[in-house]
Structure formats: C-alpha cells, structure tokens
C-alpha cells in the first residue's frame, strides 16, 4: 500500500511539474501563431482573409488578392481607418475581376501606382483586392487611414447600374460597422483630391446625398 501511494505521489507530481506545464504551453503557443500566419500570408487561398471582421452581415466576396508589389500592394500597414472612399474604374463596360487584374499587373508594366482594397462589378458582384489592415494606392495622402471601394459602369456617366449600386451600399454599411464608422465618413475621391471622382456623385451630389442615406438605413438595421 505505502509503495502504491508514494507512485502515485510521484505521479502527481510529474503532471503538476511547473517545467513540463511550460513546454505544453509553449507548444500549444507555437501552433496557434503558426496558423494565424498561414491566414494572414494568404496560404490558404481561398479562405476569408478578413478574419478580424467575420460577422453575419458580410457581403458575399470573392477574395482574390493582389500580388505583393511596390506598384500596387505595398503591404504597408493601415492607421486607424477614418474614412470608406468610393470611387469610379473610369473604365466604361470593364468588369471587377478585369480592374483587379489591371491593379495585379502593375507589378509588371509599371505603368503607375494603383489599386483599390474592393472592386464592385457590373452583376454586383465584390472582388476584394487588399486586406483592409493593409494600405492601397487610392487615395493619395489618405492612403494610410481610409478602405477604398472602386466601382465598375456601363458608360461614360459614371452612373452605378442597380446590382452594382446595391452591393456597394451593402459593403459600405459593412465597412462602416466594421469600423465603428457612420454613413457620414463615407467620402468621394472628389473630397481627398478635387478629382472628377465618382463622377456621377461629382455630377450629382444630390445623389450623393442619396446613397449616404441608404447605407445609413442598412447600417442602422445591422446594429
């Protein structure tokens, strides 16, 4: 009985070993920040790169990001995000996944420095381009602390068709929870720069004024 108890003694010891307790907890550790890297490097492809702002109110995306370059996805970090800018391709007919090619290519033609964080497409669909914790090349000295949203149109108006109109107003509303933002910081590229835009909301405040409005709507029914 005594040489049973004094095993188990032993036992009990092991497991409560301060040393043993550090190397499974070092371990456990090592494992969890390796796979926060696999995430956040892009090894899984195909995986929601967001993972700070996975919620129900997502809007369907494809997440197709753009190659690590010095012309269009430098991997500087973002401040704090102030501002949700939209703007216009300036591109009449081309698509999302086109626009975010033509940012992807840069990195070989050189042809300017460009891109944008999301790209809207003509069927309403939302390629994103850049992590949000991660600068684009958007809207000039508001680079640092905005997410900037290019929209695609059918001509030279710059006018949004309806899929296009309402999924920005659903990702706006999302962005804006996201970051604790109201409809009131979304801006124009006009409002950074004097640039012509997007032109329709340069053209047409009113509509601006219009647009700001429904995100505010969905936003409130998000909350």
């Known amino acids: 009985m005594r040489n049973k108890r004094r095993t188990y003694r032993r036992k009990a010891a092991k497991r409560?070993?301060?040393v043993r307790i550090g190397l499974?907890?070092?371990?456990a550790l090592t494992v969890l920040l390796g796979g926060m890297k696999l995430v956040h490097t892009g090894f899984f492809s195909n995986a929601y790169i967001e993972v700070e702002g996975i919620d129900a109110h997502r809007p369907q995306m494809e997440v197709d990001l753009i190659t690590p370059n010095s012309y269009s996805r430098p991997q500087t970090k973002t401040e704090r995000i102030k501002n949700i800018v939209i703007h216009y391709t300036a591109n009449p007919g081309s698509t999302a996944q086109q626009n975010r090619d033509y940012f992807d290519g840069l990195k070989d033609t050189h042809l300017?420095?460009?891109s944008s964080h999301f790209v809207v497409g003509l069927d309403g669909e939302i390629v994103q381009?850049?992590?949000t914790w991660e600068v684009a090349y958007a809207s000039n000295d508001r680079n640092k602390d905005t997410v900037s949203i290019e929209c695609c149109?059918?001509?030279?108006?710059?006018k949004f068709n309806d899929a296009t109109y309402q999924s920005l107003v659903h990702l706006s509303a999302w962005l804006c929870m996201k970051f604790d933002l109201s409809e009131e910081d979304l801006i124009r590229h006009y409002d950074v720069t004097g640039k012509i835009c997007p032109?329709?909301?340069?053209?047409?405040p009113e509509k601006w004024d219009?647009?700001?409005s429904d995100v505010g709507k969905v936003l409130e029914n998000m909350k």
């Open 16 to 18: 409560r070993n301060p």
């Open 24 to 27: 499974i907890f070092l371990v």
């Open 112 to 114: 300017t420095k460009a």
């Open 129 to 131: 381009c850049i992590p």
């Open 153 to 158: 149109h059918l001509d030279e108006t710059g």
């Open 199 to 204: 032109k329709y909301f340069v053209d047409y």
């Open 210 to 212: 219009e647009f700001r």
